[in-house]
Structure formats: structure tokens, C-alpha cells
Nanobody, 110 residues
């Protein structure tokens, strides 16, 4: 299984980014997929999840600003991040237990 995340970068507060995670080596469509993030000095936290049936859940801190989605044909997971805040700065990881992508850095400047 390989999970290749991309789309991170530096953005000003209030801006937007879309993260992508290309999956291979797995039957992507049948699994719940997750986005996690880890800020410096903090534990990794679950940001959003999407089931095979496209049901979504979000951390309270991102509800209303972030949207998780998936394209089962392209075997790609997405995270649309709007109204970004400096506290969203972290390395973002896609996950399908027990596998992790390599992470993509998101930095939000104030």
C-alpha cells in the first residue's frame, strides 16, 4: 500500500488549500480514509474521515471550514481547507489503518 500526499504549502490566514492523497496497492473504494495532522510539539490528531459510503466526520476545530472527499475512480482522497488559520499549521497525513502517507506541510501565516 502506498499513500502519496500532496498540495501543502504556505498560505496567508483566510486562504485555502486543497490536499490530495493518491492511493495504490489497495482496494481504495471499500475503506474508510482519514486525514490526520501533527503540529510541532503536539500529538497527531484526526482531522477528518470519510467512509466507503461517503459519510464524513470532522474534528470540531475544522468543522465548517474543511471538506473531505474521495474519488474512487482516481483512487484519490482530498481535503479542501478554507478559511485557514495559523493554528492549522501542521504536517498533514493521509491514512488508511495501518498505513500512512509521507505527509505534506501546511503553513498558515498570520
Amino acid at each position: 500500500v502506498q499513500l502519496q500526499a500532496s498540495g501543502g504549502g504556505l498560505v496567508q490566514a483566510g486562504g485555502s488549500l486543497r490536499l490530495s492523497c493518491a492511493a495504490s496497492g489497495m482496494n481504495f473504494r471499500i475503506y474508510t480514509m482519514n486525514w490526520y495532522r501533527q503540529a510541532p510539539g503536539k500529538e497527531r490528531e484526526l482531522v477528518a474521515s470519510i467512509t466507503s459510503g461517503h459519510m464524513t466526520t470532522y474534528a470540531d476545530s475544522v468543522t465548517g471550514r474543511f471538506t473531505i472527499s474521495r474519488d474512487n475512480v482516481r483512487r484519490t482522497l482530498y481535503l479542501q481547507m478554507n478559511d485557514l488559520k495559523p493554528e492549522d499549521t501542521a504536517v498533514y497525513y493521509c491514512n488508511k489503518d495501518p498505513f500512512w502517507g509521507q505527509g505534506t506541510q501546511v503553513t498558515v501565516s498570520s
